[in-house]
């Protein structure tokens, strides 16, 4: 079992113990089934059978029906509790959508070469943005079609043909 840490329990919902939770995008499109999560409590990890669940896997939000949670009084003892997850249990990141394993990744350019690794990467809508280091300033690229894109993952690398005047902006 390994534990991750997936979002967090908010406010109680109505009467009868169900809580609302919000789970990181990230994680809530990889739950299979949402049968156990782990609430901390006083530094260790709790383990809560979930009875119901419904979850939005684009917000993220989700309203839980936990086991021996069956009023509101139980429920509002939860409020801002970190939920837990076990990552064995979830489905494997699609990387379209969890662009984070390309941090590190070496950026070739067809003509310049190395130009710097990544450091951060934006998701946004319609497409992913690198953030590099080069030559001590920070540089953002789109990786959209346009550019060429190919990802080396067994040598780290992201090569592509990045615009001119890109890199000095």
Known sequence: MKLISAGKIGKPHALKGLLNAFIEPLIAYRIKKLDLIFLEEKGAQLPYSVEE??????????????????????????????????????????????????????????????????????QMPTQNIIQIQHEEKEVLIPLVDEYEVTIDNRRKEIRLNIPDGLLNV
């Open 53 to 122: 669940y419904s979850i939005n896997d684009e917000s993220g939000f989700c309203q839980l029906k936990l086991e021996s949670i069956d009023d509101r009084t139980a429920a509002e003892k939860l409020k801002g509790k970190k939920i837990f997850l076990d990552e064995t249990k979830l489905k494997k990141p699609d990387k379209l959508r969890d662009s984070s394993f390309l941090i590190g990744y070496l950026v070739v350019d067809a003509e310049l070469g190395d130009v710097g690794r990544v450091t951060d990467v934006f």
